[in-house]
């Protein structure tokens, strides 16, 4: 397994059981049930995700996944924006997806 996908293994993994930890840790305000929600569900795209590109790292798998991390990023940076509250958990999100589609890039080019 490359260190890209046990990273977003071990993210998603804490998303999806401990997402107080990671909001906790960036916001300045306690986790709401909505976004404890919305956490766990990314934290599953991400167990899934590294799932499937580890079983079936062809181009299209990578392409497919490099835009999800990038539409992720963009989407993450819009709440940024918009929403005071989570404005540093959603920045701080938009920072790791974008670096994971710059990976998934990277290895769409290097692939066979």
Same mark, same amino acid.
């Given at each position: 397994?490359?260190?890209v996908?046990?990273?977003? +293994?071990? *993210?998603?993994?804490? @998303?999806?059981?401990?997402?107080?930890? @990671?909001?906790?840790? #960036?916001?300045?305000?306690?986790?709401?049930?909505?976004?404890?929600? #919305? !956490?766990?569900?990314l934290?599953?795209?991400?167990?899934?995700?590294? @799932? +499937?590109?580890?079983?079936?790292?062809?181009r299209?798998?990578?392409? #497919?996944g490099? &835009?999800?991390?990038?539409?992720?990023s963009?989407?993450?940076v819009?709440?940024? &924006?918009?929403?005071?509250? *989570?404005?540093?958990? !959603?920045? *701080?999100?938009?920072v790791? !997806?974008?670096?994971? &589609? @710059?990976?998934?890039?990277?290895? #769409?080019?290097?692939?066979?």
């Amino acid at each position: 397994m490359k260190r890209v996908a046990i990273a977003r +293994t071990l *993210y998603g993994a804490t @998303l999806l059981l401990a997402p107080n930890l @990671l909001i906790g840790a #960036v916001s300045s305000r306690e986790a709401s049930g909505a976004s404890v929600t #919305v !956490a766990r569900i990314l934290g599953a795209r991400h167990l899934m995700q590294a @799932l +499937t590109l580890e079983r079936s790292a062809s181009r299209l798998w990578l392409g #497919v996944g490099a &835009a999800v991390d990038g539409l992720h990023s963009l989407s993450m940076v819009a709440l940024a &924006a918009l929403s005071g509250g *989570y404005r540093r958990p !959603a920045a *701080y999100d938009a920072v790791f !997806a974008g670096l994971l &589609a @710059l990976s998934g890039i990277r290895e #769409v080019q290097n692939a066979r």
